[in-house]
């Protein structure tokens, strides 16, 4: 078996790629899919990923959890922010939570029409890896960015996921395009010094300097979680490994 | 002195970028720039860079070198293609060459409102840092990529021209952007064993199928040339370090 596993740059990329038939990982590190997966982790029942905050508003029903955020800040009104932080198993324990983020929500709308679509970052790495090869369909892996720029550590997370693919004994060939050439090479550079780097590019820093030193370290950490969120109709839903 | 130093992905990404004031790096490794430093090297007098097959022919006067390709083969009626190892001294030595090839050539023409322009590849990747360092201006090392498309050998050469003027004794703070940060890293990745990672990018490939191995494994080679092209009055003139 041959899969082909290409890394996209950014949100805009994204368009101009025929995402069908693939399976698609969105990976936004800092912060949307870390706290994806950390509410999932925590016993959410689902995340409804929603581009704008009145979108959000409309859909919450009572019983939900409101959740996002502009400008790295908890939107006015909102329960949570997007830090993973605040995704407690008290806030989240069977609850349905609907989020808006700057990027990360607007990156899994782009890629809906894909066959599979997953969410990744560093907590779950080796859980998608795992699952992506079991689905058996070509992947892109979907670097979010800021703003349609390019983001270090989403690409970061990418090369960690196509080497977990790559290392898996199960793995037939797998071929990647030449950012994914360039990701993978940056990963082995950083393997097992994840935070220092994530700390430096520019969302790191960013981050740092609002004072979510926190997350940084969080969001660094690799393969804590066992979970991989899927989108169904709509939903994420955690995805578990049955072991 | 603080010197911002961003690589930029592609062609497509430098019409979004202010590159006024700047020093810009074209890199175009296979084959472009090797090419360019090559013929300079091997005594031409200057190289014009020219976007259309119809203009190379339009500035052709006697004397001149007539040389690019397309779809990576000699253009018909030209003296030669943009294989590196065709621009020996016997043809290059005092000529002007009239060159056109798919990107190289117009990505320079891209950069030619930029303060300084230089041309730059593996070959030449310790020269050009240095002149550039000397320049004292913000620098943007522009990818040439393939038909908008990333291409790998590029960024690498990027991240080991950035680690070249990061290394360098007279430079003061360098700040780079995130694809800046994952060039340097991969580079920091393949250091000592370039050939072996261009072999595999996607150019790489191509060019090997066509039979271009020679051209693959020189235009690998790092600081084998200590000049650099520089753009003045829309011709590229050999740069040449005082010692």
Not at 35 to 45: E, K, M, P, Q, S
Not at 60 to 66: K, N
Not at 101 to 127: C, D, M, P, Y
Request: hydrophobic share 40%.
């Amino acid at each position: 078996m041959q899969l082909q596993v290409d890394v996209i740059a950014s949100i805009g990329e994204a368009r101009a790629v025929d995402l069908n038939q693939h399976t698609v990982i969105v990976i936004d590190v800092l912060r949307a899919t870390s706290t994806i997966i950390t509410a999932l982790a925590n016993g959410a029942a689902s995340v409804l990923p929603v581009e704008t905050v009145g979108q959000a508003r409309q859909q919450y029903a009572e019983g939900d959890v409101l959740g996002g955020e502009r400008f790295c800040k908890k939107i006015a009104g909102f329960d949570l922010g997007n830090s993973p932080h605040e995704y407690t198993s008290s806030w989240c324990l069977n609850k349905r939570i609907v989020l808006t983020t700057s990027n990360g929500t607007r990156a899994i709308q782009k890629a809906v029409r894909a066959e599979h679509v997953l969410a990744g970052a560093f907590l779950n790495a080796s859980a998608c890896a795992r699952l992506a090869l079991s689905l058996r369909r070509n992947v892109a892996l979907l670097c979010t960015g800021t703003q349609d720029a390019f983001a270090f550590e989403d690409a970061l997370c990418a090369g960690m996921i196509l080497h977990e693919m790559m290392s898996d004994h199960r793995a037939g060939t797998i071929v990647t395009n030449d950012l994914g050439m360039l990701a993978l090479s940056a990963y082995k550079q950083h393997k097992g010094h994840i935070h220092d780097a994530v700390r430096q590019c520019s969302s790191g820093k960013r981050l740092l300097k609002l004072g979510f030193s926190d997350d940084v370290e969080y969001c660094s950490l690799t393969n804590q979680v066992h979970l991989v969120p899927t989108l169904h109709e709509h939903l994420l839903i955690p995805h578990r490994e049955s072991s």
